[in-house]
């Protein structure tokens, strides 16, 4: 079960945010070049680097570098996202001054194939479901969770003058493990939300995300903020795009304390 201080604290904070646009729908359906529509499924490249302060008992870090692309297949009807990344990792476990993890090198892989089976145009709204394949690939033991997991996963999208809200729920588990590896079974649970400017050159997306560990009989809770900006008003790259996103963890089991993301990303190519 979650705690229940958890769930006040991410919907306190989630409520005033939806409240902020009405549930009206006043365009069609049209491209997104922003990147930030998720049903949205044109050729996109993305690269992005994250920088997070660990929850460990000394100082600990992780940089993660992503790059990331994004296509449609079969008519556009089934979208295919896959993601690499290189990794560093340092982590005092026994605040004793000293480094137990000192690692760098490959991380792991993972791959989605994303659909949309509903799309009510006159409500504008949605459902879209994926599954995710978590490869396991990293170099270093420390830089990967040692195991291949599945993700299904379920996406309710609702279309507001503005923006977006995105609620989704995924259930991720492990099919195989290395040797001493611990097995995945957690629940993510995403709470997406997107406002554009009027002019749609500039963007501000929130993700509160819940997880529940069900392995070592964890929660907590991420909140990312993401103010992103096009490109097109400063040079004459369409579809190009830049972000900045901040989060924070949220709970005595988190992972992280919090992270700051840099990312460039290209759209419909």
Known sequence: ????????????????????????????????????NPINFSNDFRVYNEYLQLNTAGDGNKNITTAEFRTSFLEGKWQ?????????????????????VDESGQGDLDMRFLTVPYFDKENKRAIAFGLEVFLNTASEDALGSGTTALGPQLFYVKFLPKGLFVPGVQYKFSIDEDAGREDIDKILIDLNYLRMADDKQSWFFTDPQIVIDNESNTEFAIVDFEFGWMMTNWTNLKGHSFYIRPSIGVGSDRSTDGSIELGYKIVGW
């Open 1 to 36: 079960m979650i705690k229940n201080k958890l769930i006040k604290q991410v919907v306190m904070f989630l409520v005033p945010i939806v409240l902020w646009s009405s549930n009206a729908f006043s365009q069609e359906k049209e491209q997104d070049n922003t990147g930030t």
């Open 80 to 100: 295919w996202r896959v993601r690499g990344r290189l990794a560093s990792l340092d982590a005092d476990l026994n605040d004793d001054g000293t480094d137990d």
